[in-house]
């Protein structure tokens, strides 16, 4: 006698089985089968304020952790809230799990309860995206979406569930449970990383840019011991600033000089600018190693005879067999110094540069205040995001674990990333930088955040204005067509405050560092909103 079991029961075990104890969610009527399933599951439900919040933090579970993230939402509506962040995660490459619920089979095409065409909707923000068709299927199909996720270049699947499937009851014994296991990692072919390796060892100038996926610790880790076996600095492209990334410092002038690129799982895209015009010097070569075929492809198509080699193969695995034959390469000391001096520069003003207005800082005040207690714990977590205030901090502050909204651009996660990271890493400070703008879309999470006794500290630039658009109109328009970007300069912090966090209201630089104290010390979810004046992002040159 075996019994039997129920599909939400066979979801929630089959979660519990790939390691997955902890779902981001927001409740709805197709889905409360799992929620009530969870209980006996022990599956620990952070249930948030809107759906983005939850595909929002399952990224950024994904990215720190390496290892799914999973957010539960409802069908209909609370699918259509969710699927927007998707974009934020693929362009991260970050494992994440959607999974929605679903009008029942049965409803389907009769005008069913939030009936929607979910899989349709995710599939162009997604590796993979589908609906269940059976209960028996359902741990199967969940090990799959897993799989899928966290293999290749890594990003979010959706699995839509139907309602009927979740409620029904199916024997026990024919009921195919996940056997999840990790694909083997294409291989970069010894005779491909030779060929590489002296094309590096050739070139003058080469150049390795690795793509978001090697944002981790792990990452970074890689590239940094890569970099000093073959001389090629090797810097991560996870901005939609492309090129003009703040935190490469001088790196446009260090690009153009280039004689070879070497693609590691970054594809070439707008943010590489192809690799060819005057960004770039017209002979320059490229090497593309990417886990995605066509982005090889692509690769070929962009550059033609430009392209030394392209391979297929996963990016980590290419980049540890990369350095495993790299023993004997000579580095070039010239060019390594060359180009770790553009990347690392820094105008010198930024130093002592002070704000214009009285009663608002300059970001560099802001961010020459907080580099300290970011770099108090080699293990803080740095979170960016937003307009011209972040890129100041993404440049400013130098750490080891840092999520931005991804070369897509799409502001709002990071309330939602700094309670997802804090689950994560429980002791080392967690800092969130956003803007006025920014901070609107996901406010209500810091009641979910207070909910969970989950600390954090926001540095809230407030200009009140969404600046990154305003700059384009002074840029493009003159400044006299500046409109429909203002904000007020509201009490964020009184909002937090009044959510029961911790509020700071800073307007002058000496009483920052103060108030970054207080927050830490405070325990609690904090706002530190700091009047700011409206700056553009930063642009660095080697010389002024
Ligand atoms: C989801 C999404 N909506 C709109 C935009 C366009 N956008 C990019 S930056 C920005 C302004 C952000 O304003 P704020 O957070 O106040 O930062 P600031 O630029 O003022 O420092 C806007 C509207 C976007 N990138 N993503
Ligand atoms: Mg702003």
């Given at each position: 006698?075996?019994?039997?079991?129920?599909?939400?029961?066979?979801?929630?075990?089959?979660?519990?089985?790939?390691?997955?104890?902890?779902v981001f969610t927001l409740s709805g009527?197709?889905i409360?089968?799992?929620f009530?399933?969870a209980?006996?599951?022990?599956?620990d439900l952070v249930h948030v304020r809107h759906e983005?919040a939850a595909?929002?933090m399952?990224?950024?579970?994904?990215?720190?952790?390496?290892?799914?993230?999973?957010a539960l939402v409802?069908?209909?509506?609370?699918?259509?809230?969710?699927?927007?962040?998707?974009?934020?995660?693929?362009?991260?490459?970050?494992?994440?799990?959607?999974?929605?619920?679903?009008?029942?089979?049965?409803?389907?095409?009769?005008?069913?309860?939030?009936?929607?065409?979910?899989?349709?909707?995710?599939?162009?923000?997604?590796?993979?995206?589908?609906?269940?068709?059976?209960?028996?299927?359902?741990?199967?199909?969940?090990?799959?979406?897993?799989?899928?996720?966290?293999?290749?270049?890594?990003?979010?699947?959706?699995?839509?569930?139907?309602?009927?499937?979740?409620?029904?009851?199916?024997?026990?014994?024919?009921?195919?449970?996940?056997?999840?296991?990790?694909?083997?990692?294409?291989?970069?072919?010894?005779?491909?990383?030779?060929?590489?390796?002296?094309?590096?060892?050739?070139?003058?100038?080469?150049?390795?840019?690795?793509?978001?996926?090697?944002?981790?610790?792990?990452?970074?880790?890689?590239?940094?011991?890569?970099?000093?076996?073959?001389?090629?600095?090797?810097?991560?492209?996870?901005?939609?600033?492309?090129?003009?990334?703040?935190?490469?410092?001088?790196?446009?002038?260090?690009?153009?000089?280039?004689?070879?690129?070497?693609?590691?799982?970054?594809?070439?895209?707008?943010?590489?600018?192809?690799?060819?015009?005057?960004?770039?010097?017209?002979?320059?070569?490229?090497?593309?190693?990417?886990?995605?075929?066509?982005?090889?492809?692509?690769?070929?198509?962009?550059?033609?005879?430009?392209?030394?080699?392209?391979?297929?193969?996963?990016?980590?695995?290419?980049?540890?067999?990369?350095?495993?034959?790299?023993?004997?390469?000579?580095?070039?000391?010239?060019?390594?110094?060359?180009?770790?001096?553009?990347?690392?520069?820094?105008?010198?003003?930024?130093?002592?540069?002070?704000?214009?207005?009285?009663?608002?800082?300059?970001?560099?005040?802001?961010?020459?205040?907080?580099?300290?207690?970011?770099?108090?714990?080699?293990?803080?977590?740095?979170?960016?995001?937003?307009?011209?205030?972040?890129?100041?901090?993404?440049?400013?502050?130098?750490?080891?674990?840092?999520?931005?909204?991804?070369?897509?651009?799409?502001?709002?996660?990071?309330?939602?990333?700094?309670?997802?990271?804090?689950?994560?890493?429980?002791?080392?400070?967690?800092?969130?930088?956003?803007?006025?703008?920014?901070?609107?879309?996901?406010?209500?999470e810091?009641e979910t955040?207070?909910r969970r006794?989950?600390?954090?500290?926001?540095?809230?630039?407030?200009?009140?204005?969404?600046?990154?658009?305003?700059?384009?109109?002074?840029?493009?328009?003159?400044?006299?067509?500046?409109?429909?970007?203002?904000?007020?300069?509201?009490?964020?912090?009184?909002?937090?405050?009044?959510?029961?966090?911790?509020?700071?209201?800073?307007?002058?630089?000496?009483?920052?560092?103060?108030?970054?104290?207080?927050?830490?010390?405070?325990?609690?979810?904090?706002?530190?909103?700091?009047?700011?004046?409206?700056?553009?992002?930063?642009?660095?040159?080697?010389?002024?």
């Amino acid at each position: 006698m075996t019994g039997t079991l129920r599909g939400a029961d066979i979801v929630a075990r089959s979660l519990k089985r790939l390691g997955c104890h902890c779902v981001f969610t927001l409740s709805g009527n197709h889905i409360m089968s799992i929620f009530d399933a969870a209980l006996d599951a022990d599956l620990d439900l952070v249930h948030v304020r809107h759906e983005a919040a939850a595909v929002h933090m399952a990224d950024a579970h994904g990215r720190l952790t390496g290892e799914a993230g999973i957010a539960l939402v409802t069908g209909g509506p609370g699918h259509a809230n969710a699927v927007g962040a998707l974009f934020t995660a693929l362009g991260a490459e970050s494992p994440m799990v959607l999974l929605s619920g679903h009008a029942a089979t049965w409803e389907l095409g009769r005008g069913g309860f939030q009936e929607l065409r979910q899989a349709d909707m995710a599939a162009p923000v997604t590796k993979a995206s589908w609906t269940s068709s059976a209960t028996e299927t359902l741990g199967r199909d969940i090990g799959e979406a897993i799989r899928i996720a966290a293999s290749g270049r890594p990003g979010p699947v959706h699995l839509s569930l139907p309602s009927d499937l979740l409620d029904a009851r199916v024997e026990s014994s024919a009921v195919v449970w996940p056997n999840w296991q990790a694909l083997r990692p294409a291989a970069l072919p010894d005779a491909m990383a030779d060929k590489i390796l002296a094309a590096i060892a050739e070139a003058a100038r080469p150049v390795i840019i690795a793509g978001p996926q090697m944002s981790t610790m792990n990452g970074r880790a890689l590239l940094g011991r890569l970099e000093a076996a073959t001389g090629a600095p090797a810097v991560i492209m996870e901005s939609p600033r492309g090129l003009a990334d703040a935190t490469l410092g001088a790196f446009p002038e260090l690009i153009k000089r280039a004689d070879l690129i070497v693609l590691l799982g970054k594809a070439l895209d707008f943010t590489t600018k192809w690799a060819t015009g005057a960004a770039f010097d017209p002979d320059v070569r490229v090497i593309a190693v990417d886990p995605d075929g066509a982005m090889v492809e692509r690769a070929k198509k962009e550059t033609g005879e430009r392209l030394l080699a392209g391979c297929v193969a996963d990016t980590t695995s290419a980049g540890e067999t990369l350095l495993m034959r790299a023993k004997t390469s000579t580095p070039k000391l010239d060019w390594h110094k060359e180009a770790r001096t553009a990347l690392d520069n820094r105008p010198a003003q930024w130093r002592n540069i002070v704000s214009q207005t009285p009663g608002r800082l300059h970001p560099a005040e802001v961010f020459r205040a907080l580099r300290p207690f970011v770099e108090r714990d080699a293990d803080a977590v740095l979170i960016c995001d937003g307009g011209e205030f972040a890129q100041w901090g993404q440049s400013m502050l130098p750490v080891r674990r840092r999520l931005v909204n991804s070369v897509t651009g799409s502001i709002g996660s990071a309330l939602s990333f700094a309670l997802a990271a804090r689950m994560v890493e429980t002791k080392a400070p967690v800092f969130a930088v956003l803007g006025d703008g920014t901070i609107g879309f996901h406010i209500a999470e810091f009641e979910t955040a207070l909910r969970r006794g989950l600390p954090f500290v926001a540095v809230l630039g407030n200009d009140a204005r969404w600046n990154a658009e305003s700059e384009i109109q002074r840029r493009d328009y003159g400044a006299n067509r500046m409109h429909g970007c203002e904000l007020l300069p509201a009490r964020y912090d009184l909002v937090i405050a009044a959510l029961g966090g911790h509020g700071e209201y800073v307007e002058r630089a000496d009483n920052l560092p103060g108030a970054i104290e207080r927050a830490l010390a405070s325990g609690k979810p904090s706002c530190i909103n700091v009047m700011i004046e409206s700056i553009a992002a930063p642009t660095i040159r080697l010389s002024p």
